[in-house]
């Protein structure tokens, strides 16, 4: 998979339970793959084939886009009832046209309605952040991310458990783009002289240690339960 070059900050985020405590926690939801609405396995049926420690990649973009242009827009104000137009510059605007039922209140004394049409100078700022599973599908983000919970040497702590570290399938490339579109919003259709930029501020591949279990069960069905080693919860 080809990538273009950034700069990317690497991060493993620290485990709360080990080897031994994850077991314990799949031996007690061993049967839940193998459940249906009318039966459930003993948990003597199903036995642990495998336990084994991954790291998941969640990829982290974070942007700001930047744009100013000029629109055009109609504003409307409100003038004493016996005003009939407004001068501004060099142009002439004229009050709106009152329906029929207004003109039949004699005597009303209201507010008189003018449209003035002028350009607005507009400027947009949005600033976020996208999240990818190592699929490469969007993600709300789970974790706080803080000195106590990451690894001090994340590159030496994914050398040692090669093979079993998932990496991004999404490129940067491809997450920039996604941010991107979702930080500039759509435009109205008559602006000029538009001028915008987009900031890259940070590219994070944050690694997730889990803990996969092969579960053989019924019939050598097998199951599988997974361990998020940060949460200490079953995904």
């Known amino acids: 998979m080809v990538k273009s070059n950034y700069d990317v900050k690497t991060t493993v985020l620290r485990k709360s339970i080990e080897q031994d405590e994850a077991e314990q926690i799949v031996e007690d939801k061993k049967t839940s793959p193998f459940k249906s609405l009318l039966s459930r396995p003993k948990k003597e049926e199903v036995h642990l084939h495998s336990l ?22 109609v504003h409307t104000i409100s003038v004493p009832s016996n005003v009939n137009e407004v001068v501004l510059g060099d142009g002439v605007f004229p009050i709106k046209s009152k329906s029929t039922l207004e003109k039949a209140f004699v005597g009303k004394r209201g507010k008189n309605k003018i449209d003035i049409k002028l350009e607005e100078h507009v400027f947009v700022e949005e600033e976020d952040e996208l999240a990818f599973d190592h699929h490469g599908r969007e993600i709300n983000f789970p974790f706080k991310v803080n000195s106590k ?11 040692q458990n090669e093979p079993n570290v998932k990496r991004p399938e999404l490129t ?8 991107q579109t979702m930080l500039k919003k759509p435009l109205e259709t008559d602006v000029r002289d538009l001028s915008e930029e987009f900031v890259l501020r940070e590219i994070t591949e944050l690694y997730v240690p889990i803990f996969e279990a092969r579960l053989i069960g019924p019939k050598k069905k097998v199951g599988l339960i997974r361990v998020d080693a940060v949460r200490k919860k079953v995904l």
């Open 52 to 73: 084994k420690l991954y790291y998941e990649c969640i990829l982290l973009v974070s942007g700001k886009y930047i744009a100013d242009y000029f629109r055009k827009a």
């Open 149 to 159: 919970s990451v690894e001090n040497y994340p590159k030496g702590i994914l050398e």
């Open 172 to 179: 940067y490339d491809a997450a920039i783009d996604k941010l």
